[in-house]
């Protein structure tokens, strides 16, 4: 694991060099495939060293960090022809990348808490620094008090837990169970403002309209995942205690899903559109982890995995229309199939994968978490079908608004699209509806 931590802090200086674009990007994409070839063991932490380890949880979200960080780079191509301070971006990304590489592959709990709110500051400078309008000042501040707000009392919960337990290595966490509400309260609360739950969602589509493409990708692809992971690695010390108020969580998203899956038709502006569906998602996330059986634990995971290539590919797909006509409002971007037939299967595709369509990770997510909450209780069965519907209607929705209908007769110039756009995207789809084939992988976990 430390070679790998080792490569990332090596890739800095090159940040700085001239022309080292696309340098950094190969670089980051060879990284990937060297980690792919990692011998994995299936039950345990392997690949032990220093204070860090990886298990098959912590394997797949690195693996994310590394690949969507390279599709950030290479989103990113207009900053690199306009000059706009690419070097200190490039550097930027790269930090992030540490700090989500090291968050999800140190077992210590206090490092990964460190590392977890370190995340934060390169994603807040991404959106500080190249964002679009003046309120992503006040968009920063929503996602710096929200996150930090739910995480003071974490850590006093994490200082509790080495006070009880003398120890903070998470493997062993399985061997204890600590029955203490409020520790409960403190150590999930940060987790779910990440993920985010219901009622403490609004940072998200603040964040996301301001941020630039990779910002955008980043936060959607890795940040919400940061809750998913956390509550999957914390919630074993906290079963019992669980069984008695995992309800409430359960009601909250289930709820709050189905609401903001209907306020997903009343959005103008694309990228909001999109960012209130990540949150639908992740609110089935919540409720597969908190019913606390294998097919919950399963189906979150693979949903986590799906959500992040399929929503970052959705914002890149909103960043090429943005670059076109500089407006992501849906009256504007109509008719798109007139001008970019291509482009337009990449909507389609990307979107039926959205909403859960055969052979997308998606559908195997959604099949698992609807089987774990069914299980948990059968009333839930009715919000659940309601969810589906209408993540499949607001998908449609954004599909036929944006690329049927009468075009915006302002365009005069345009340019249909490169190559590197359409690689973008393929890389975004293609190991989102190719995992299917090796899904036997997440089965064998227990």
Not at 102 to 107: A, E, I
Not at 156 to 167: C, T, V
Not at 360 to 367: D, F, P, Q
């Amino acid at each position: 694991m430390m070679k790998f931590f080792f490569m990332m802090i090596f890739l800095i200086p090159l940040c700085f060099m001239k022309n080292m674009f696309w340098m950094v990007q190969m670089l980051l994409m060879l990284m990937m495939f060297m980690f792919m070839s990692f011998n994995m063991n299936i039950m345990n932490f392997c690949n032990l060293s220093y204070m860090m380890g990886c298990d098959l949880v912590s394997y797949g979200l690195i693996l994310l960090s590394i690949w969507i960080c390279m599709l950030m780079v290479m989103a990113s191509e207009n900053l690199n022809k306009l000059n706009f301070y690419v070097e200190f971006f490039l550097f930027n990304i790269i930090i992030l990348l540490i700090m989500l590489y090291l968050t999800f592959s140190v077992m210590n709990l206090f490092m990964f808490y460190l590392f977890f709110e370190g995340s934060l500051i390169p994603t807040l400078m991404l959106i500080i620094g190249w964002g679009y309008q003046p309120e992503r000042i006040q968009a920063g501040m929503y996602l710096l008090f929200y996150t930090l707000f739910a995480s003071l009392p974490m850590l006093m919960g994490i200082f509790f837990i080495f006070n009880s337990l003398n120890y903070m290595i998470m493997y062993f966490f399985k061997f204890f169970n600590l029955n203490f509400f409020l520790l409960y309260l403190s150590m999930i609360l940060a987790f779910l403002v990440k993920m985010p739950m219901y009622f403490v969602h609004l940072w998200l589509p603040k964040a996301h309209v301001e941020a630039p493409v990779s910002g955008s990708m980043i936060l959607a692809g890795i940040m919400l995942k940061l809750g998913g992971y956390g509550l999957l690695r914390i919630m074993i010390i906290f079963q019992k205690i669980n069984m008695k108020f995992s309800f409430i969580w359960v009601i909250i998203s289930l709820l709050g899903g189905l609401y903001i899956s209907l306020n997903c038709f009343s959005q103008v502006d694309m990228k909001s559109l999109i960012a209130y569906s990540s949150v639908a998602h992740m609110s089935l996330v919540i409720c597969g982890i908190m019913t606390m059986n294998y097919w919950g634990y399963l189906g979150s995971y693979v949903m986590m995995i799906g959500h992040g290539l399929c929503s970052s590919g959705m914002f890149c797909l909103v960043n090429i229309n943005y670059e076109r006509l500089y407006s992501r409002s849906l009256f504007i971007n109509k008719g798109m199939m007139n001008f970019m037939p291509s482009l337009s299967l990449w909507w389609f595709l990307l979107l039926s994968s959205n909403m859960a369509a055969p052979p997308s990770m998606n559908l195997m997510g959604e099949i698992s978490l609807i089987n774990s909450i069914v299980g948990w209780s059968y009333l839930s069965m009715i919000i659940l079908i309601m969810i589906s519907f209408f993540s499949a209607g607001y998908s449609l929705y954004l599909y036929s608004y944006t690329q049927h209908g009468k075009y915006n007769m302002s365009i005069y110039s345009f340019y249909t699209g490169t190559s590197r756009e359409y690689l973008m995207l393929m890389l975004h789809w293609l190991p989102l509806n190719l995992m299917i084939l090796k899904i036997d992988f997440f089965f064998i976990w227990f």
